[in-house]
Structures are given as structure tokens and as C-alpha cells.
T-cell receptor, first 108, second 113 residues
Framework: AQRVTQPEKLLSVFKGAPVELKCNYS??????LFWYVQYSRQRLQLLLR?????SIKGFTADLNKGETSFHLKKPFAQEEDSAMYYC??????????WGAGTKLIIKP | NAGVTQTPKFRILKIGQSMTLQCAQD?????MYWYRQDPGMGLKLIYY???????DKGEVPNGYNVSRSTTEDFPLRLELAAPSQTSVYFC????????????FGNGTRLTVT
């Protein structure tokens, strides 16, 4: 079955510390993976997609097909990174499969 | 280019009332979606559409209806509102399947009392 798992509901780190938000997926084909971010009381917005292989706001994510993971990383967390982060998988059909989300809190 | 526009932003309904949440996009996207987001939870798909005249149920369609008469508009209808429908509703669109990202509206915060 297709599934996206974000094992941490809440992640709290100090400013300046490295951040890693975990995302694991289960999918039989070639997945298209995304990270979306939702700042407090704002709309969800695309942060990264694996096909772009880019760094946005200092975040990167690498698709590891062997481990079926797409973890989101940032070497030095900033207070403005506090938000909800969702991992999503786009398959060949119409829907995106969403993880439950991880709330990231950056402590000063 | 406004992207995805949702109205209203906030609404309070009494139990049993009905309302329509409006969603419009100006990006000529074929695919449109309605999600609800309950406090502390992830997104749940209510309905989606892959083009004008084509709609299908998502994970939690009960109590809702949709229509897609044009490419631009995808309204969500709540009939006989219930407290369980208290949530934030997001409309989203994208160009196509697979690697095409979703573009979200600002959301509608609905309270049913």
C-alpha cells in the first residue's frame, strides 16, 4: 500500500542546531516526493521537490530509494523555521499521499 | 495572477445550516482538490476533480458535495452542517499528476455550533 510516514509529531531544537525531519514512504513505482511547509495560520506552500534537487531557505532533501526515505535537513536552524512540515508523495494518479506532519519548534 | 482564491476566510454555522465554500484558480489547472485540516492533524482529502465535469470522492466525502462546471471553479457544498465539520478547509490545484506540485488557497476556517 502507498504510504508516507513522518515518525515525529513534534521536533524541538535550539537555534543554530542541525535539523532533520524524517519522511519514509512506501510506493512500488517511481515516486515524486515533496516537502510542504505551513507557517502559523498561513496556507501550505511548497518547500522542496526531489526532482528539483535544490536548496530552499537552507533546507535540502535527498531521495534515498534504498531506504525509501526523503528526509528534510538544515545544518543551522533559525527561529523563523518554526512551522508544520508535511511530506507528500505524488503517484501516477490524481492524488497526493500525505504524511501526518511534523511540528518543528526552534528554541531561542 | 492570484493563484488559488478561497472565500470566505471565516464562517460560523449553526447545526443543520448549509453553505458553499468557494474556490477559484486562474492557472488553468486541470486538477483541483478539497482538503480539511483538523487541529493538530494532517490533511484529509474530501473531494477532487481532474477536469471540468469530473469529480470523485476522497477519503472523507460524507456530508459534502462538489461540482466542477468550469476549469476555474470548484465549490464545496456543506449540507446540514454538523459540529464534526468544524475544521479548516483548503482548496488546492495543480497542473497534472505525478511531479506537479499543489498550489493551496489561504483556507476557510469553519466553526459549526
Amino acid at each position: 500500500a502507498q504510504r508516507v510516514t513522518q515518525p515525529e509529531k513534534l521536533l524541538s531544537v535550539f537555534k543554530g542546531a542541525p535539523v532533520e525531519l524524517k519522511c519514509n514512504y512506501s510506493y512500488s513505482g517511481s515516486p515524486e516526493l515533496f516537502w510542504y511547509v505551513q507557517y502559523s495560520r498561513q496556507r501550505l506552500q511548497l518547500l522542496l521537490r526531489h526532482i528539483s534537487r535544490e536548496s530552499i531557505k537552507g533546507f535540502t532533501a535527498d531521495l534515498n530509494k534504498g531506504e525509501t526515505s526523503f528526509h528534510l535537513k538544515k545544518p543551522f536552524a533559525q527561529e523563523e523555521d518554526s512551522a508544520m512540515y508535511y511530506c507528500a508523495l505524488g503517484d501516477s494518479n490524481y492524488q497526493l499521499i500525505w504524511g501526518a506532519g511534523t511540528k518543528l519548534i526552534i528554541k531561542p | 495572477n492570484a493563484g488559488v482564491t478561497q472565500t470566505p476566510k471565516f464562517r460560523i454555522l449553526k447545526i443543520g445550516q448549509s453553505m458553499t465554500l468557494q474556490c477559484a484558480q486562474d492557472m488553468n489547472h486541470n486538477y483541483m482538490y478539497w482538503y480539511r485540516q483538523d487541529p493538530g492533524m494532517g490533511l484529509k482529502l474530501i473531494y477532487y476533480s481532474v477536469g471540468a465535469g469530473i469529480t470523485d470522492k476522497g477519503e472523507v466525502p460524507n456530508g459534502y458535495n462538489v461540482s466542477r462546471s468550469t476549469t476555474e471553479d470548484f465549490p464545496l457544498r456543506l449540507e446540514l452542517a454538523a459540529p464534526s465539520q468544524t475544521s479548516v478547509y483548503f482548496c488546492a490545484s495543480r497542473l497534472g499528476p505525478g511531479g506537479s506540485p499543489l498550489h493551496f488557497g489561504n483556507g476557510t476556517r469553519l466553526t459549526v455550533t
